[in-house]
Nanobody
Framework: QVQLQESGPGLVRPSQTLSVVCTVS??????????WRWIRQPPGKGLEWMGA???????YRSPSLKSRISISWDTAKNQFTMRLNSVTPEDTAVYYC??????????WGQGTQVTVSS
């Protein structure tokens, strides 16, 4: 069974870069047709799709975040990473990674709280 685990900084200062790593176990991130998503949920708000990387390493970014977000992977470590620069308190949220695994559905990580504050 594929499992995902986020690791993040907890607290980030405004204007800095937020980086969250998702470690995948139980399956390879390069498995054909698999894709890997980043989603966040600010306090009191709904889920927001941020971007994704697929099994070829192609990346997709939300238009609203496109100028600030980058997504990359480390296939040797079976990890993918989201970086969000120039953060503000509005970027405070629980950040989730998820795997879209055809035939197995969507698998979510447990999420990691990131607070942007001075």
């Amino acid at each position: 069974q594929v499992q995902l685990q986020e690791s993040g900084p907890g607290l980030v200062r405004p204007s800095q870069t937020l980086s969250v790593v998702c470690t995948v176990s139980g399956g390879s991130i390069t498995t054909n047709d698999y894709s890997w998503r980043w989603i966040r949920q600010p306090p009191g708000k709904g889920l927001e799709w941020m971007g994704a990387i697929d099994y070829r390493g192609w990346t997709y970014r939300s238009p609203s975040l496109k100028s600030r977000i980058s997504i990359s992977w480390d296939t040797a470590k079976n990890q993918f990473t989201m970086r969000l620069n120039s953060v503000t308190p509005e970027d405070t949220a629980v950040y989730y990674c998820a795997g879209d695994l055809p035939g197995f559905g969507i698998q979510w990580g447990q999420g990691t709280q990131v607070t942007v504050s001075s």
